[in-house]
């Protein structure tokens, strides 16, 4: 399940499911109609609009435009499924003939199986650098030393990135260093901030 973040300007309002997360965003507004929280999907770092009613009427009529306007051909359009290209070499063409099922349940076999399989320790490392960096930029963008900051994320300075970010609003250092959980894996430490 998706984990949201709801700041007000430098202050986390909420943390945790989308409910939770709309119902605190929801009493704030009541409460202070001027206010312009921001929501993060804390996987992705990227702001997100948590009205319910609106998004579900838009995946209807997105799943609806999806299926009218589906390319006839190849695939099974109405399953979601859609025929596009791969390329690969005549060596691979021929293993994949020899499997039972078929190119192409052998090649939906394989990506399910590397969906699954855990990320290795690189893609965690840039994954988190990714999320981190989308949040401080919406967040933190005006803070000082906000460019430094997001140097040191990159390089894996985990110390030098605890230096940056001391002293800006306690919720941001918080959830920054939480959404950097694993950006320092690869680096040179824990951040100290």
Same mark, same amino acid.
């Given at each position: 399940?998706?984990?949201?973040?709801?700041?007000?300007?430098?202050?986390?309002?909420?943390?945790?499911?989308?409910?939770?997360?709309?119902?605190?965003?929801?009493?704030?507004?009541?409460?202070?109609?001027?206010?312009?929280?921001?929501?993060?999907?804390?996987?992705?770092?990227?702001?997100?609009?948590?009205?319910?009613?609106?998004?579900?009427?838009?995946?209807?009529?997105?799943?609806?435009?999806?299926?009218?306007?589906?390319?006839?051909?190849?695939?099974?359009?109405?399953?979601?499924?859609?025929?596009?290209?791969?390329?690969?070499?005549?060596?691979?063409?021929?293993?994949?003939?020899?499997?039972?099922?078929?190119?192409?349940?052998?090649?939906?076999?394989?990506?399910?199986?590397?969906?699954?399989? *855990?990320?290795?320790?690189? @893609? /965690?490392?840039?994954?988190? #650098?990714?999320?981190?960096? =989308? &949040?401080?930029?919406? $967040?933190? %963008?005006?803070? *000082?030393?906000?460019?430094? @900051? /997001?140097?040191?994320?990159? #390089?894996?300075?985990?110390? =030098? &990135?605890?230096?940056? $970010?001391? %002293?800006?609003?306690?919720?941001?250092?918080?959830?920054?260093?939480?959404?950097?959980?694993?950006?320092?894996?690869?680096?040179?430490?824990?951040?100290?901030?």
């Amino acid at each position: 399940m998706n984990q949201y973040i709801a700041f007000v300007d430098f202050k986390c309002l909420a943390l945790g499911e989308s409910e939770v997360v709309w119902a605190c965003v929801q009493k704030h507004i009541e409460a202070h109609p001027e206010a312009a929280p921001l929501v993060f999907d804390e996987a992705s770092g990227k702001v997100v609009d948590l009205d319910f009613e609106a998004d579900t009427k838009r995946e209807a009529e997105e799943s609806e435009a999806t299926l009218k306007t589906a390319p006839a051909g190849p695939g099974r359009p109405k399953l979601g499924v859609v025929a596009r290209e791969v390329s690969l070499l005549p060596r691979h063409w021929e293993w994949l003939a020899g499997q039972t099922g078929g190119a192409s349940a052998t090649l939906r076999s394989l990506v399910e199986t590397r969906m699954k399989a *855990p990320p290795s320790p690189e @893609a /965690l490392t840039k994954a988190s #650098r990714e999320t981190t960096y =989308r &949040f401080l930029s919406v $967040i933190a %963008g005006n803070l *000082p030393r906000y460019e430094d @900051a /997001l140097r040191y994320l990159y #390089r894996g300075d985990a110390k =030098r &990135f605890g230096e940056q $970010i001391d %002293g800006w609003p306690e919720d941001v250092v918080s959830c920054a260093l939480k959404l950097a959980g694993h950006a320092f894996e690869t680096g040179e430490g824990q951040p100290t901030s």
